[in-house]
């Protein structure tokens, strides 16, 4: 942007630019600069000296770089809007606060590493409208002039003490209060009802205890309170019933226990209801929670909820994310919950249902993800999947499911455009913390590709991959048959572990092209492996501990993105292809126990890079760098083979002799220990034997760990 002349510079915009390195070092020379946006690039170090002689800027974004440091902006006394969120900037704001306050309106120092207090450097920002603190490590108490404010945050930090009433003014201008997340105590302070503008309220994560102040509900304008993870009393004030724009209500983790309050199911103008991670017992149906026909999500996981899932939720026809994981929910899957059409999300995992899936799942549409990992469920998976044409993260592990991979099963996630597009024309709902922990189960995070959102775990990341996810944006590359350029494109899972799975694994799988991640491993699986598997954008292949055989195909060689490979405990026999020497961002592989692979291990390459461990209980393959053996029984022989009519070496005698003296003496230990137990029964034995049925009983809610090859979410 240039002056009205045409001679002089006065704005500069470089967002997203993929701009490196440190900052310009000469900004005094641009004397008209009002308006500099460097944000969504890479730079690093400093914000140089110089742009504190800047003194007509009035506009600066330096967001989502890497910029590093103390703050010193002590020179902007003009500056309007300052955005740093998302840097690395540390120490103490007191450097630049109050210091370019004066004609201050938005003031975002979000996702940073600043610490100290918060309490008195705000004051002199008379024109502040927009503070956002939150993500950082400020300690101390709450600054009290907050409420003159239109949105305030200052969660994810450690902010803690009591929230004094006076912090409330009679003129309170607040829309948005962001306290989540700190460690504040005492009770919510029941002035807060001043602020008549209130839109969303956010108190999760603290230490707040008492009862939910009833004034809440002279507040009209709340769309939002959150109010999980903190000590509230049981009883929910009647007066929030009179909230008539409230969308989004959770009261997650509070310690709420004994049967679910009837009151829930009259707050028929909600969208949103979240009681994750309370101690509710019994059923649902008398709960009339199933009235909320307003209701888009309900999430009721990580409770004691029993007995059969109540088949009237298929009377929540505006339903799109039911959570109703980590249970004790019995009986089979109600047939009616093929009637959601609007489903987005079913999450039925970790309870104990048993009984077949319902073919009529297979009618919903919109469906994106279908989780019943960790139940009962017998039967065949239904064909009618196939028809689920949005459906791309699908986890069934560690059930009982029998029967084939049917070729139908193949064309889930096919075209998920019109989900896509319609969550993209939809109004975004106030997210919360709870949000972020289903999106963490949901996205499976111990598997690659996802695990690498959560290095740094924040409200804000977890609602932008959410968001993104929703709308069909990727967040990460993948790669594209056919073309060497990686494009950024939502990928999805199938999950179908620890099962008792057979047959072949069709051709057809070499159409799911929107998926990245293939677990099929602790099943029965037989034949050869396609070789159209070979055409799939795969990060992940696992598909150990089946009977898989015949060659290894070339064409996982092809699979660039691959980044774990597990083929081990299958019949593969054949030449080991050394193609497999080509991907080159293979962390985790493993080919042990496929005792007919034959051929040698490169010397050099991806694939020498891994230890013993990926190569055991293979005899005919070979490698100058290992050394591979049988790791269960010792070689009978130290040199060659004995021929016929050759005597057998010395070692092989002293092999056979001891194998005879530990036969022996294990048959006249197995005979004296019956007599011992015959005649006294010792408690150990009998403890030991109890033990073991106890483990047989409780094996099932743990083959996630022994079945799985880790935790299966």
Known sequence: MCSPDMERVTGINLSDSKISGEMFNNFSALTQLHHLDFSRNTLKGLIPDDLNRCHNLVYLNLSHNILGGELKLTGLARLEKLDLSTNRFHGEVKFSFP???????????????????????????LNLMYLDLSSNKFTGNIWTGFSRLVEFSVSENRVSGLIPASSFSDNCNLKGLDLSVNMFHGEVPREISNCKKLVMLNLWGNKFSGPIPSELGSISTLEG??????????????????????????????NFGGRLQEIFGRFRQLKSL?????????????????????????????????????????????????????????????????DLSQL??????????????PPSIGSLRSLLWLMLANNSLTGEIPGELGNCSSLLWLNLANNQLSGRFAPELANIGRNPTLTFESNRRSNVMIAGPSDCLVTKRLLTMDYSPFGFIYTILTRKICKNVWDQLLQGYGFFQVCVKGSPVRKYRVSGYLQLSGNQLTGEVPSDIGKMQHFSVLHLSYNQFNGE??????????????????????????????????????????????????NLNCLNELSKFNISFNPQIAGQIPNIGQLATFEEESYLGNPLLHSRLLKLQDPTVPPLNSGKQALPGEEESEDGFWWKALLMEYGCGMAFGMVMLCICVVKVEPKWVVNNVEGLHQLKAVRPWKKNGSRGGGRTI
């Open 225 to 254: 309170l959150l109010l999980g993870n903190n000590e509230f009393s049981r009883v929910i004030p009647e007066s929030l019933l009179y909230l008539n724009n409230l969308a989004v209500l959770d009261l997650s983790y509070n």
């Open 529 to 578: 492996l396609p070789v159209e598997i070979g055409n799939l954008p795969l990060v992940v292949l696992s598909i150990s501990w089946n009977k898989f055989s015949g060659q290894i195909p070339r064409e996982i060689g092809n699979l660039n993105c691959l980044q774990n490979l597990d083929l081990s405990h299958n019949n593969f026999s054949g030449i080991f292809p050394t």
């Open 344 to 357: 987005q999300a079913l999450d039925l995992s970790f309870n104990r249902l048993s009984r077949s899936i």
């Open 99 to 125: 210091a370019i306050c004066n004609r201050l309106v938005v003031a975002n120092l979000s996702m940073n590493n600043f610490i100290g207090r918060i309490d008195t450097y705000f004051d002199g920002c």
């Open 274 to 338: 979240v009681l994750q991670g309370n101690s509710y017992i019994d059923g649902l149906s008398s709960s009339g929670i199933h009235k909320l026909t307003n209701i888009s999500r309900l999430d009721l996981s990580y409770n004691n909820f029993s007995g059969h899932l109540p088949a009237e939720f298929s009377e929540m026809v505006g339903l799109k994310f039911l959570i109703l994981a980590y249970n004790q929910f019995t009986g089979p899957i109600p047939p009616q919950y093929g």
